[in-house]
């Protein structure tokens, strides 16, 4: 899993354009190859992002929500979903910005001007004369990777904390979420 992030670009784009060419020829070299080549080499941060996570969370968490009764599926929907939310959304911020700026595995992997992408269009026009329109392109993209970036910075701050929001319904935080009992002390009698 670890091969596509040590191994430099130019090589991965030479491979994946041998295997397409020579091993997968059902697959022609176009919108399809690009995309199977973008899965390959971004899969690996998916993982390590993600499985980072999953062990910070633990097993405890699962085991009890199934002491409780809770199904497989009502873990996964109730408790790891939530969990996971912040790394799936760090992975695919890192994904956007690593495959919006990859321009040898497109070049090796795009049939015609049909697959051009926005780094392939930015070379080709670039090698010419440069355009407002490649101007346009740049300013987009520049907005594009600011606003990910904010919601990335913002979206954690956005959410008012699970005390906060249970006390507006008018509920009560359950005893084992206080302060006191998370750090192991027990609380002081009369206090």
Known sequence: MLIPLSTPEIVMGTMLFLVFDNLYTSIPLGRTAMLLGHVTFSISYVVVIVRG?????????????????????QVVRTILRPLLG????????????????????????????????????????VRGSPTPALNAMATAMLLGTTVAIALAVLAPQ??????????????????????????????????
Not at 53 to 73: K, Y
Not at 98 to 113: G, M, Y
Not at 175 to 184: H, Y
């Open 53 to 73: 996570r999953l062990a910070s969370i633990g097993r405890d968490l699962e085991e009890a929500a199934q002491d409780l009764g809770a199904t497989p599926l």
């Open 158 to 191: 956005g959410l008012p904390p699970r005390r906060a929001r249970l006390r507006r319904r008018g509920l009560r935080p359950h005893r084992a979420l206080t302060p006191a009992f998370r750090c192991g002390s027990r609380p002081r009698a009369g206090g």
């Open 86 to 125: 912040p790394a799936v959304f760090a992975s695919l911020m890192i994904l956007f910005a690593t495959s919006i700026d990859d321009f040898v595995i497109s070049a090796f992997l795009s049939a015609d001007a049909s697959t051009e992408t926005v780094p392939i269009k930015i070379y080709s026009t």
